[in-house]
């Protein structure tokens, strides 16, 4: 079974520069999350994805930060414009299903490295 | 309040020895807790989930949950340089509408194995 994919690996940005990061989840994984990791702290949820439905976009910066799962499948974040706080990992994460992640968690993609300069 | 607390460490055990890493966490209604193993510049990778109270033995790894004092437990017997990482600890969160479908962290606790 593949995995999550995320793309790019890796990104370096000007400050007020917009990104977008591509994530591709678990064929037939209908829950999908976008976590951002600054250094030294614990992943923090952004936004949640049910199909092409959002759950939880509660923690989302929405005056600069954006995602869309169009046909409930491949998810995008985009950020615009960014700034240097935003600097981090962005991990992608999928589950079977919305109870799932109950039982058995969830899988995290390699993650895209942020730096804002 | 943090949802869910650890102690960064580091945590510097000797070859062989146990480690013991600790998470507290605040909402009463979390059902489920994982810990993730996390290797520098790499993504989470779990290796550990329990529900109910008690112990949760795998291989080297085990799993002690409290509900009553809200504290759940990750036991590594025969630590390894390998096991030098960061370990982060997960409860179910409560999303719209109640459901306990999205993954807490804490901030994470730095282990390492001195040879």
């Known amino acids: 079974e593949a995995g999550v994919a995320q793309s790019p690996r890796y990104k370096i940005i000007e400050k007020r520069q917009s990104v977008a990061f591509w994530c591709n989840p678990i064929s037939g994984h209908a829950t999908l999350y976008w976590y951002q990791q600054i250094l030294g702290q614990g992943p923090k949820l952004l936004i949640q994805?049910?199909?092409?439905?959002?759950?939880?976009d509660s923690q989302l910066p929405k005056d600069r930060f954006s995602a869309e799962r169009l046909k409930g499948v491949d998810s995008t974040l985009k950020i615009q414009p960014a700034k240097l706080e935003d600097s981090a990992v962005y991990l992608c994460?999928?589950?079977?299903?919305?109870?799932?992640?109950?039982?058995?968690?969830?899988?995290f993609g390699s993650g895209t490295r942020l730096t804002v300069v | 309040q943090k949802e869910v607390e650890q102690n960064s460490g580091p945590l510097s055990v000797p070859e062989g020895a146990i480690a013991s890493l600790n998470c507290t966490y605040s909402d009463r209604g979390s059902q489920s807790f994982f810990w993730y193993r996390q290797y520098s510049g790499k993504s989470p990778e779990l290796i550990m989930f329990i529900y109910s109270n008690g112990d949760k033995e795998d291989g080297r790894f085990t799993a002690q949950l409290n509900k009553a004092s809200q504290y759940v437990s990750l036991l590594i017997r025969d630590s390894q340089p390998s096991d030098s990482a960061t370990y982060l600890c997960a409860v179910t969160g409560r999303g719209y509408g109640g459901a306990t479908n999205k993954l807490i962290f804490g901030t994470g606790t730095l282990l390492a194995v001195q040879p």
């Open positions: 994460a999928s589950s079977l299903i919305q109870t799932g992640v109950a039982a058995y968690g969830y899988t």
């Open positions: 994805f049910q199909n092409n439905g959002v759950v939880d």
